[in-house]
């Protein structure tokens, strides 16, 4: 292990060139995930499904701007996660027409959301809690889980209140599917998938964690060597 590993945004590789590969694909994917859907979106010109990738490429560069502008940690896996999901939304998802055809797919998107969200905002929770508080190490690691896991259910409420709003301006826009259809039963199961994933990233997460720290690498120390304070 090189004895600076510590100061590079990852969590899960031993090897400064390998992270330093795995970035740059990172980079690459992104910049395919934003770009496609876009010219896609301008051959189709639908005013809503452009609105939509436009949004989404903004949200795919924002872990850059957020890491930039506060200063913190968010690590190169998280911003793979947000790769991922977006292109999955958009590309699969609307491209591709993935929610017509397969019905099960919004819901492994919201259980996939769920667990998207608390990863980047767990990394984001975590450097200013390392900040800010003087809690020992066990109770800042309790409550930036907590945290992060309201902050997770907080925004899944924003997201179907949004996807309410747009439904009442944008029915019967041609090209525009409405998000709920109209059905308390969408709304809430979206919410129970967004726990679940949730759940699943903070089970996963902090076993990983737990495995790291056989092998040396610890969470804290990671973030302290990365964060300027």
Known sequence: MEKNLNIEETFLFNSKNVYITFKKL???LALIVSI???LYGISEYKFTDMSVYIICALIIYSPNYLKRKFKIVILEECKLITTIHIGLHTILGKAFHFYEIYPLFDSILHVLGGMWLFLLLFSIIYSIELHFTKLDKNKIDLKATIITFFTVNTLGVMW???EFVADLIFAGTPGYNLAQEGSLFDTMTDL???NVGAFLACFIFWKIVSIQKRKGRDISQLFR???PF
């Open 160 to 162: 179907e209140i949004f």
């Open 225 to 227: 060597d990365v964060l």
């Open 36 to 38: 496609f859907p876009i």
């Open 192 to 194: 129970i998938e967004n």
């Open 26 to 28: 990172n980079d690459y």
